[in-house]
């Protein structure tokens, strides 16, 4: 068993503990979206794994006007959650700093959970695990103050926009870092509104698990980046 399915068979394993009091219907329809039927690499580039979630770049009918934050928050983080661990999939067999292999093997273990806890949250408050596209106008909704440009933010959760991004750099310790810092942030900006504007407890305490760990992993990022390339400021962004 490779190290990626390790991490998929623990993930799996703490999501049923976790969610041990949701109904089975609704542990297996988490579990079974969140696991991936094949590890994204650059080797499979060219048939990209089916996504299950989805962005509106257009219309601005797919997600209704007067929708919940939590529901808005959910349908946010489950693609952008999907998109990393799919950069962090292609870029295990390719990165050489230890401290980024680890980084991304923790993505990937940390995140497939993860997205299996908000499926459950979506199907227990919202009646349906499978979040909704999302478009401009919910991002705004979500995150009016965000740090990075809309056309970034929405890029950044395309897992597909994101491999390839990736799979095409020449210094791939270096585009995975450039990648997800920016894609970190956007996440902890959007968790930083949820602890204001979230109606239930079970996503505020959520958003701060992830402002704790993904600015750790920031912090982790720019440190990494300083040490080998002499500065902090990122350089490549999504293609």
Known sequence: MTHRW?????AALFSASIFSTFSPAGQSQALAQATPEQAVSCDNLGTP??????????????????????????????PHHESVVSLAEAALPLLTDARLITLAENIVGAQV?????LQAYRLEFYGAGDPLPMDEQSMM???PGMSTSMDETMALMNA????????????????FIDLVLPHHQSAVD???????????????????RVIED??????????????????????????
């Open 6 to 10: 390790k991490f998929y068979v623990i």
């Open 49 to 78: 794994k089916p996504s299950t979630y989805g962005m509106d770049h257009g219309s601005m009918a797919a997600t209704p006007v007067a929708v919940e934050f939590d529901q808005l928050y959910i349908d946010m983080m489950i």
């Open 113 to 117: 959970q993860e997205i299996a806890e």
């Open 141 to 143: 909704q979500l995150m």
């Open 160 to 175: 597909d926009t994101l491999v390839a991004t990736f799979c095409n750099a020449s210094d791939f310790d270096l585009v």
């Open 190 to 208: 959007a968790s930083v509104a949820a602890l204001d504007q979230a109606t239930h407890d079970e996503i505020r305490r959520f958003a701060q």
């Open 214 to 239: 993904q600015q750790r992993e920031i912090d982790l990022l720019l440190t990494v980046r300083v040490e080998i390339y002499g500065s902090a400021t990122p350089t490549a962004r999504v293609a």
